[in-house]
């Protein structure tokens, strides 16, 4: 499934690209009848807090998901109650662009990654379109701890 964040949930599309969904993210300059666009388009099921933007989707026969609360970790959950998680894909996008990541060869990275990294660390990957690279780091546990939370019990 393909989703859209509007703009008030940036935290929330970069953890679903985490868990692995297909999750476009506008930037500032997006106007909400362009948000609106993209998501028919796309077919893009729209997840959003403003009330205004999400009665306007379901006018254009747009697929709504309503979030309602700021808490990043209850939009998680309400999210992931209504779209089931392949968790093949769980850390396999990019999450600054949503890009699916390419596995690159650690000799081929030296000069671009610190060096204890290089040193300590095996398997690589790169976001083809903003190059940014990414690794099993120390933060890998803590992300793999939330994520096995917040899947429902029949996936995780």
């Given at each position: 499934?393909?989703?859209?964040?509007?703009?008030?949930?940036?935290?929330?599309?970069?953890?679903?690209r985490i868990?692995?969904?297909?999750?476009?993210?506008?930037?500032?300059?997006?106007?909400?009848?362009?948000?609106?666009?993209?998501?028919?388009?796309?077919?893009?099921?729209?997840?959003?807090?403003?009330?205004?933007?999400?009665?306007?989707?379901?006018?254009?026969?747009?697929?709504?998901?309503?979030?309602?609360?700021?808490?990043?970790?209850e939009q998680?959950?309400?999210?992931?109650?209504?779209?089931?998680?392949?968790?093949?894909?769980?850390?396999?996008?990019?999450?600054?662009?949503?890009?699916?990541?390419?596995?690159?060869?650690?000799?081929?990275?030296?000069?671009?990654?610190?060096?204890?990294?290089?040193?300590?660390?095996?398997?690589?990957?790169?976001?083809?379109?903003?190059?940014?690279?990414?690794?099993?780091?120390?933060?890998?546990?803590?992300?793999?701890?939330?994520?096995?939370?917040?899947?429902?019990?029949?996936?995780?």
């Amino acid at each position: 499934m393909k989703l859209l964040c509007d703009h008030m949930l940036g935290s929330l599309a970069k953890w679903l690209r985490i868990f692995g969904l297909d999750t476009v993210y506008p930037d500032a300059t997006t106007n909400d009848d362009d948000v609106l666009k993209i998501a028919k388009h796309d077919d893009r099921l729209l997840i959003s807090r403003d009330k205004e933007l999400i009665c306007r989707g379901k006018k254009a026969l747009v697929n709504v998901l309503e979030i309602q609360t700021t808490d990043l970790t209850e939009q998680l959950r309400q999210v992931l109650l209504k779209i089931k998680i392949d968790t093949e894909q769980v850390l396999t996008r990019c999450t600054l662009c949503n890009t699916p990541l390419v596995s690159v060869e650690k000799k081929a990275i030296k000069e671009f990654i610190p060096e204890k990294v290089f040193e300590t660390r095996d398997d690589f990957w790169l976001c083809p379109v903003c190059h940014k690279y990414y690794w099993m780091g120390t933060h890998y546990e803590d992300m793999m701890k939330k994520i096995h939370e917040l899947l429902p019990k029949e996936q995780s």
